[in-house]
């Protein structure tokens, strides 16, 4: 048997074509077998029934599933990892509870998913829109099967399950594609342009779902569009994706960007190969100026630590200007032998776009002693166009010779085979024995959240010019250490308190004063709650920014709780039973936040009584559940109180209360777009383009219109010393005429889980959105809702098509911000959008100036808006 393995390890695989993603969807082998029991691990599981080898789709054995050790709370991080041995091109998850024959209760509502081509470099899933958490099951028997778009590229996944309560979680599940013959681990390339032409929607051609690093506006390391198996449409701004901006589907440069006329790619592969071909899809709209690249021309290296061979293969096309459809380009690669290419398109016209790159080759085994010889000719090949194939085909060869000869001896090949097969296995085996000690050994070393051994990061962005006070200032993309090591205590409050001291002052005495002190480096010492003089994570001071239900929670001072009755509720008792729930928006840990619709709110609120007035109105009900403890119930009566005291149009109104009888209900304004975030990630800024296309779009003046809004309300709440805490378009809602309210409860919606960062399961922080100084020091003043005012207005800018900081993790998040701390000029900033004019963007770096006073306040804010607008009619 073993030996048939090891033939059968040695036959050559044919060449394969371009993966398709709607025919490469087979199951890989869990429930079938065909993964191994020993290439199924998990970070914990709870008896050895419960193991990971029991993890099978529609498999009853064991227990019925995986269940990760004890409860699994919000802010764990327990995984099933499967070892698919090789390269699977991934399309598709399904995903079980466990039933156990009718006695098991447990499922994952939620999960996400990491993965790794190497073993080494995870990588988190996100979709096409950012998000990284899917939706699982809704009852312990039923497969659920979720699409992959983008489809994942890797031999190691790992499943993680997802839950905002503590409960036990049980799962079984299969993976479904197809393997990677391409066996292109990835690819280095330029950073996609962007082309804005007066009068037409903006073209955006990046590689938006790139899994490597982003450094200097280069990509490497990683795959992304150009090997997801979609191919672009003849109308480069077209996409056959849903709520996606124009020119999604390409990867695209301008020729004037390239002082050498030419794109070069760099190709890294699983193993060495015999490259026959690579085919790659480009547009052709000639009419935009877009055509396939003229000629191009590759070199191999057959290690990644050799030198590039000198010789070249290559081709010219014959260029068509006569049929503008996006097409396959096939280059032909005469068996070269290579782990790498390097290769060079050079530009035929303005623009060259790209949105697939293929590549085949046979997998024979090769010769050590065998070597390529030059190409008898350095003359680039003749193509012409295939109509009926769709490819080019060459009209003149490139011709390649091998030095040596195979042995003509079956059996001789046959035992090099073996043997080769043989070294491969046991040095397979040697492999896994030493990562399974290294895992473990990294499990019992590391917290929840963040790896001790994770000593070094590489953070990036890309070059920018920053205009401030007409100086120029040039910020680059230096690669630098971990910003601070994290304390691996920073988990316990009580170690905190004692270490920050000076911190853990009340923080609703300091909270709005506005004014900052410095923090004296010369004087702090570890024991004092710095380490590498940034200060600790300071979780003490901000495990109070959620209220009861769920949202965040104003900090407004000189409010005590002790002093709150039902009594100081200045608005009406409204009759619940006119109340008729829609959705559920939200929930938190006492209470909830529903849609609903009240009959005859009008005319409570004293309206003139007309048939109008008896319509029903939209408004989102707060909901305090009822066996909930004193200390929730004072906050929801102290919440009531902020509230009623809120009285601005840009500021979503308390309009009612039911308070007699439990459960306690605050009623407040809807409005009837919806929040902002999903108000502009559904249109498209304005142009002939979209209108004559009937696509939703929005002004330039529109945006204006709501920032300057937004600016209203919040300087509204500062001359009250209110801090908002949680500023962003999705705590903002969208009325007729695009009207702006300022609204609290985006916390607490399942919709927008991605934007908060859970610390030990008490909090959610908006670290994306939060000043350097409210990470570390916990203080939250007007100047920090400022800096969040800052971010807001960038989301606007990009049409929320894009979250902040998306090229980070969290914790690099977090390091960022003790660069802000340091105050070494090597911090990194939002960078700015092709929508975002020069006056408005400068407005932005204010709103992140490191020093508060710096900062401008929403009064001049306001007045810069208003004058931008009136400059813009």
């Known amino acids: ?33 065909t993964i191994r029991d020993e290439d199924i691990t998990a970070s914990s599981q709870w008896y050895d029934s419960t193991g990971p080898q029991y993890a099978r789709l529609q498999r009853e054995e064991g227990d019925g599933a995986w269940c990760p050790a004890g409860l ?57 829109q950012g998000k990284q958490v899917i939706q699982g099951n809704v009852n312990t028997y039923d497969v659920v099967l979720k699409d992959l778009r983008p489809p994942i590229i890797a031999r190691f996944i790992r499943v993680i399950p997802v839950t905002e309560l503590p409960m036990t979680v049980c799962m079984r599940v299969e993976l479904y594609g197809c393997v990677w013959y391409d066996g292109l681990a990835s690819y280095s390339i330029p950073e996609g342009e962007t082309i804005a032409a007066p009068g037409f929607p903006i073209v955006y051609l990046n590689d938006s779902t790139y899994d490597g690093y982003h450094e200097r506006r280069h990509l490497y390391g ?18 056959h994706q849903y709520r996606v901006w124009p020119g999604y589907d390409y990867v695209g440069w301008r020729n004037e960007s390239f002082s050498t006329g030419a794109v070069e790619m760099e190709f890294q592969f699983d193993r060495p190969r015999n490259f026959t071909s690579m085919k790659v899809h480009c547009n052709n709209m000639f009419s935009k100026g877009v055509k396939i690249f003229q000629k191009v021309e590759c070199l191999f290296k057959p290690r990644l630590i050799a030198d590039w061979e000198p010789e070249p293969v290559g081709v010219a096309t014959v260029l068509d200007d006569k049929n503008p459809s996006a097409r396959f380009v096939t280059v032909p690669l005469h068996q070269r032998v290579g782990k790498a290419i390097l290769c060079r398109f050079s530009f035929a ?46 009209t003149s060869s490139v011709t390649s010779t091998w030095i040596g000869e195979k042995a003509d001896d079956s059996n001789t090949s046959i035992l090099v085979g073996c043997l080769v097969a043989i070294i491969l296995l046991l040095l397979m085996i040697i492999i896994i024995i030493l990562w399974k000690q290294y895992v473990q050994k990294r499990l019992e070393k590391a917290p929840r959240r963040i790896l001790e051994e994770d000593a070094t990061v590489r953070l990036s962005f890309y070059s920018y010019t920053i205009a401030n006070n007409q100086t120029q200032i040039h910020q680059s993309n230096p690669t630098y250490e971990r910003a601070f ?120 609120l004293g309206v003139s009584s007309t048939e109008f007035t008896r319509q029903p109105v939209l408004v989102a009900v707060k ?45 407040t304004e809807y409005m009837e777009n919806g929040d902002l975030n999903q108000f502009l990630s559904q249109r498209e800024i304005y142009s002939k383009f979209a209108v004559s296309n009937n696509i939703p779009c929005v002004s330039y003046s529109n945006l204006l219109y709501m920032a300057t809004q937004i600016a209203s309300g919040m300087k509204y709440l500062a001359s009250l010393n209110f801090v908002h805490r949680d500023l962003a378009t999705r705590n903002c809602l969208v009325g007729n005429n695009y009207t702006i309210k300022i609204a609290d409860f985006g916390m607490s919606r399942n919709l927008y889980s991605g934007d908060y960062y859970r610390i ?93 006073k710096d900062r401008p306040t929403f009064d001049m804010i306001h007045h810069f808006l208003l004058e931008q607008m009136e400059s813009n009619i």
């Not at 990683?222 to 996409?239: E, I, K």
């Not at 590549?359 to 166009?385: C, R």
């Not at 914790?811 to 929508?835: A, D, K, M, W």
Request: glycine letters at 6%.
């Open 222 to 239: 990683g795959l992304g569009q150009l090997t997801d198996g979609v191919l672009g449409l003849d109308d480069f701004t077209q996409s």
């Open 485 to 604: 090591p994290l304390d691996l205590e920073y988990h316990q409050p009580a170690t905190l308190l004692h270490k920050l001291p000076e911190l853990s002052q009340s923080a609703e005495d300091s909270v709005c004063s506005g004014d900052y002190a410095e923090p004296d480096l010369t004087k702090s010492t570890p024991h004092q709650g710095f380490q590498n003089n940034v200060p600790h994570y300071a979780e003490t001071d901000i495990v109070h920014l959620q209220g009861a239900t769920g949202n965040n929670m104003y900090a407004v001072p000189a409010l005590t709780v002790d002093s709150l009755t039902k009594k100081d509720i200045s608005v009406g008792e409204f009759p619940r039973q006119q109340l008729r729930l829609k959705e559920k928006l939200g929930e938190g840990q006492f209470g909830e936040v529903h849609l609903c619709e009240a009959d005859g709110l009008l005319e409570f």
């Open 623 to 667: 909901m305090l559940r009822s066996d909930v403890n004193k200390i929730a119930r004072n906050d929801f009566l102290k919440e009531i109180k902020i509230m009623s005291r809120l009285k601005n149009p840009n500021i979503i109104r308390l309009l009612g209360v039911c308070v007699r009888d439990d459960p306690l209900c605050m009623i």
């Open 1 to 33: 048997m073993i030996l048939c393995m090891l033939l059968l390890a040695s036959l050559p695989e044919a060449s394969r074509t371009e993966v398709n993603p709607a025919i490469c969807r087979y199951p890989l082998g869990m429930q079938e077998g």
């Open 760 to 852: 030990q399961g008490r909090a959610v922080l908006p670290i994306r959105w939060m000043a350097w100084e409210s990470i570390l020091l916990g203080k939250f003043t007007t100047a920090s809702d400022v800096w969040a005012f800052g971010v807001t207005l960038w989301e606007m800018f990009v049409l929320c098509k894009e979250q902040p900081y998306s090229l980070l993790s969290d914790e690099q998040v977090i390091e960022n911000t003790g660069e802000f701390f340091r105050s070494q000029g090597r911090q990194i900033y939002l960078s700015q959008t092709p929508l975002c004019p020069n006056p408005v963007f400068d407005l932005m770096l204010k709103c992140w100036s490191r020093d508060i």
């Open 72 to 128: 699994l709370q919000p802010e764990d991080v327990q995984f099933l990892q499967m070892d698919l041995h090789k390269l699977f091109f991934i399309t598709l998850i399904g995903t079980q509870g466990r039933h156990a024959r009718a006695t098991g209760k447990e499922f994952a509502h939620a999960y996400r998913i990491d993965y790794s081509r190497n073993g080494e470099r995870w990588i988190s899933w996100k979709d096409r």
């Open 349 to 394: 016209d303005s623009w060259m776009m790209m949105s697939e790159i293929s590549f085949q080759s046979d997998m024979e085994s090769v010769n050590p002693i065998l070597v390529t010889v030059a190409p008898s000719t350095t003359e680039p090949l003749e193509a012409e166009y295939n109509v009926t194939e769709g490819t080019w085909e060459t």
